[in-house]
């Protein structure tokens, strides 16, 4: 069985700091899919990442950065010079390739507080 | 505009009573799914659908029903078997097997409350 860890509860820094979610997770497949989703408090689910188990790349987005280590089972994420606007509820999810009945299962997620 | 119409936004329930809450895309994604949230909690998979006419159950499927008789629309009805209903309602799609066999981005809605009064 799959599974997703996200140890931190919630996380508060000062605005311009630089801040990393955890995610950790478990599963028995060789292919797998990783993703992460913002969750603002509107409530809708924002597509931030997805990242495939055979690409260990790490990758930048403007303030956004993702380092996957299949190593330690890890698929961090790191927002540089924090803005208030980052402030959500952040998730880390995992999709095994299982074709014809592929699901996501989710972290319980980190809530991030960006204090001005 | 494309995307995923989840409605209502905001439900309120009577205690014995059945309620449908409805989901459309436009992305002509094949596969559907609904989310259930709790506050604080993570996202716990109720029923998902891969084709028309298709459906699984999730994790926490006891209590819920689901249809899957358009491509394009995926109701949920929470019935009053369900005996803790209100929580947050997410309904999500993704492009399905035919144009990406596996590991293609799952896209949500903008959610649903659901209150039992």
Not at chain 1, 4 to 32: G, N
Not at chain 1, 38 to 55: A, M, T, Y
Not at chain 1, 99 to 113: A, D, H, Q, S, V
Not at chain 2, 86 to 104: I, K, Q, V
Request: proline letters at 3%.
């Amino acid at each position: 069985a799959q599974k997703v860890t996200q140890a931190q509860t919630e996380i508060s820094v000062v605005e311009k700091e630089d801040v990393t979610l955890d995610c950790v997770y478990e599963t028995r497949d060789t292919t797998y899919y990783l993703f992460w989703y913002k969750q603002p408090p509107s409530g809708e689910l924002v597509f931030l990442i997805r990242r495939n188990s055979f690409d260990e790349q790490n990758e930048i987005s403007g303030r956004y950065s993702w380092n996957f280590q299949k190593s330690t089972s890890s698929f961090n994420f790191t927002i540089t010079a924090s803005q208030v606007v980052d402030s959500a509820v952040y998730f880390c999810a995992l999709s095994e390739a299982n074709f014809g009945n592929e699901k996501l299962t989710f972290g319980t997620g980190t809530r991030l507080t960006i204090i001005p | 505009d494309g995307g995923i119409t989840q409605s209502p936004k905001y439900l309120f329930r009577k205690e014995g009573q059945n309620v449908t809450l409805s989901c459309e895309q436009n992305l002509n994604h094949d596969a559907m799914y609904w989310y259930r949230q709790d506050p604080g909690q993570g996202l716990r998979l109720i029923y998902y659908s891969q084709i028309v006419n298709d459906f699984q159950k999730g994790d926490i499927a006891e209590g819920y029903s689901v249809s899957r008789e358009k491509k394009e629309s995926f109701p949920l009805t929470v019935t009053s078997a369900q005996k803790n209903p209100t929580a947050f309602y997410l309904c999500a799609s993704r492009l399905g097997t035919r144009e990406a066999p596996t590991g293609s981005t799952i896209y949500f809605g903008e959610g649903s409350w659901l209150t039992v009064v």
